[in-house]
């Protein structure tokens, strides 16, 4: 079975540029997060999708990210502009459904750095 | 919301002797408390997860205990080897909404 793929793997940017990463989750999982993993820190949602509809987005910076998932399968998160903070691993997770006790598979994330 | 707080940040063990990591969390609506294991460039990974209804489960090497009333929960491995070497974070979720909180991580070094 593949896993919860990401591109790119790495993003070197400058500052005040925008950004894009993509994530495709593993086949048949309804539910989708995006996490922030900032060098030293455990992951942080910022986003979890069901199908193509928001479940939360308490923690997304919504004055700069953006994610979507527009036919309930792959999704997009977009940062613009970046900051210098915004350096950080963000991975993408998957699981079957949003209940409890189901696994969250993740990506290998993608390293953005932000100059 | 969900904070969950984890202890030590770094732990260096010797080739198999044991390794404990322990967390506590602070919202009592907490029910699943997953354990991942973060390879360097690599996404985290599933290696045991305990529910609410159960005070300990073993597998292997790798054991959870789960105190509800303390609010808090623990990693043990056994006989450790150098393959263990990892960071290793704890989260919980609540009933519903499978949202993970996770710990600051426990970067583990395991030395021959």
């Known amino acids: 079975e593949a896993g919860v793929a990401q591109s790119p793997r790495y993003k070197i940017i400058e500052k005040r540029q925008s950004v894009a990463f993509w994530c495709n989750p593993i086949s048949g999982h309804a539910t989708l997060y995006w996490y922030q993993q900032i060098l030293g820190q455990g992951p942080k949602l910022l986003i979890q999708?069901?199908?193509?509809?928001?479940?939360?987005d308490s923690q997304l910076p919504k004055d700069r990210f953006s994610a979507e998932r527009l036919k309930g399968v792959d999704s997009t998160l977009k940062i613009q502009p970046a900051k210098l903070e915004d350096s950080a691993v963000y991975l993408c997770?998957?699981?079957?459904?949003?209940?409890?006790?189901?696994?969250?598979?993740f990506g290998p994330g993608t390293r953005l750095t932000v100059l | 919301g969900e904070n969950v707080e984890q202890h030590p940040s770094t732990l260096s063990v010797q080739e198999g002797d044991s390794a404990v990591i322990k967390c506590t969390y602070s919202d009592s609506a907490s029910n699943y408390f997953p354990w991942y294991k973060q390879e360097l460039g690599k996404g985290p990974q599933l290696i045991i997860d305990i529910r609410s209804n159960v005070g300990e489960k073993k597998d292997q090497r790798i054991a959870v205990t789960l105190n509800k009333t303390a609010k808090h929960f623990s990693l043990h491995i056994t006989e450790t080897q150098p393959e263990d070497s990892a960071v290793y974070f704890c989260a919980a979720s609540p009933a519903a909404g499978n949202k993970l909180t996770f710990g600051g991580g426990t970067r583990v070094l395991v030395k021959p």
């Open positions: 999708f069901q199908n193509n509809g928001v479940v939360d």
């Open positions: 997770a998957s699981s079957l459904l949003a209940r409890s006790y189901n696994e969250q598979f």
